[in-house]
């Protein structure tokens, strides 16, 4: 398998496994009201991140392939600041797997941004 196909499979199976751990995570949140509305649009955001990286791998085009990748960025961020908000409110029993989860969303953040400009100045050059 080619080196760049290696890696979209590795993230695809990442950016899943994220979205997983979320949903998981969120279980261990303390029962409030506030969790509940927390957990909905984290689970929403966290996983939308792996369900449009595997849709913008299948575009048509690199405008395709971009168009799905900002919609990744801006899930993967909303993702980061929702556990963020569950970190500041002290919604979580467990710090370990909050840490955890804050440095992949990050971390899939930076990967998934970097890609993203990297489209978007080969889409431009061809003008």
């Known amino acids: 398998m080619e080196e760049k196909n290696v890696f979209v499979e590795g993230l695809k199976k990442r950016t899943k496994k994220f979205g997983v751990d979320v949903i998981l995570f969120c279980d261990s949140l303390r029962k409030c009201r506030a969790s509940a509305v927390v957990t909905y649009q984290l689970v929403k955001a966290a996983t939308s991140v792996g369900a449009n990286y595997r849709s913008a791998c299948r575009g048509r085009s ?3 392939f971009f168009s799905k990748l ?3 960025v801006e899930e993967a961020d909303e993702s980061v600041f929702w ?3 569950i970190e500041d409110s002290n919604l979580s ?3 370990v797997e909050l ?3 804050l440095d992949e969303g ?3 953040l930076k990967i ?3 890609s993203k400009d990297t489209t978007y100045k080969r889409l431009h050059s061809k003008h």
Do not use: G, M, S
């Open 62 to 64: 690199d405008a395709e």
């Open 83 to 85: 556990l963020e908000v």
């Open 112 to 114: 998934t941004t970097k």
């Open 70 to 72: 900002c919609i990744v």
């Open 106 to 108: 990050t971390e899939i």
């Open 99 to 101: 840490k955890r989860l």
């Open 93 to 95: 029993n467990d710090p």
